[in-house]
């Protein structure tokens, strides 16, 4: 059974950083990444990175967070730095796993908090 645990949540002053972190059991997992869902708002793209490092950043985080990957831990990072109060919501891990088929797998979420 495949499981996405998360960690590293919390709440942060406006220009603060946070570091997600998200591992993922099992194998023939191809590309990973981070999503994430306001209140009232649908959920959004915010990083993804394929098994071979290839990344692509939705406009809003570009220049602030960054992705990052751990092959050999199964492991998915999110450094995020100059956080908003917009970057407020809870932040999903995603793994795209080959079961005869790509099947997306989600994490439980984790909420992140920007105020002062």
């Known amino acids: 059974q495949v499981q996405l645990v998360e960690s590293g949540g919390g709440l942060v002053q406006p220009g603060g950083s946070l570091r997600l972190s998200c591992a993922a059991s099992?194998?023939?997992?191809?590309?990973m990444g981070w999503y994430r869902q306001a209140p009232g708002k649908q959920r959004e793209l915010v990083a993804t990175?394929?098994?071979?490092?290839?990344?692509n950043y939705s406009d809003s985080v570009k220049g602030r967070f960054t992705i990052s990957r751990d092959n050999a831990k199964n492991t998915v990072y999110l450094q995020m730095n100059s956080l908003k109060p917009e970057d407020t919501a809870v932040y999903y891990c995603?793994?795209?796993?080959?079961?005869?088929?790509?099947?997306?797998?989600w994490g439980q979420g984790t909420q992140v908090t920007v105020s002062s």
């Open positions: 990175i394929t098994s071979r490092g290839i990344i």
């Open positions: 995603n793994a795209r796993i080959f079961r005869a088929i790509w099947v997306d797998y």
């Open positions: 099992g194998t023939s997992i191809g590309a």
